[in-house]
């Protein structure tokens, strides 16, 4: 995983960051490489029955905890998933990814929800 450097005008970093014809001199921000197989966030269900866990490769995936058994892959994020969230008392899920979608997901009826749009 990359990391961000920040650099302090008139510091090294920001002296290599004015070389390299970056347009700010006090911040070098490095693209994101994280591989399809990276796991970025998880969330797991107010009655402990399902775990969701989601990343690079796109998708929301959902695992029955007492069994360990997968349940269901959502596509639909065009970026990585890098947030989840489960609504307390029910089995909505929430994912945001890097694309600046927040999707809602109802496992209950193993059907997508809803997109908002252009979440920063």
């Known amino acids: ?12 970093a920001a002296a290599a960051a004015a070389a390299a014809g970056t347009t700010a001199d006090w911040v070098h921000k490095a693209p994101r490489q994280n591989p399809t197989s990276s796991l970025l966030a998880a969330a797991v269900s107010s009655d402990g029955k399902y775990l969701a866990v989601g990343g690079g490769d796109k998708m929301v995936h959902v695992f029955d905890v007492t069994s360990g058994q997968h349940v ?12 989840l969230s489960f609504r307390d008392g029910t089995h909505t899920l929430y994912s945001g990814g890097y694309d600046r979608a927040v999707k809602i997901w109802s496992l209950d009826d193993a059907a997508y929800v809803d997109t908002l749009f252009g979440h920063q």
């Open 1 to 12: 995983m990359k990391r961000t450097a920040i650099a302090r005008a008139g510091g090294k």
């Open 72 to 83: 269901r892959s959502y596509p639909g994020h065009r970026d990585q998933v890098s947030c």
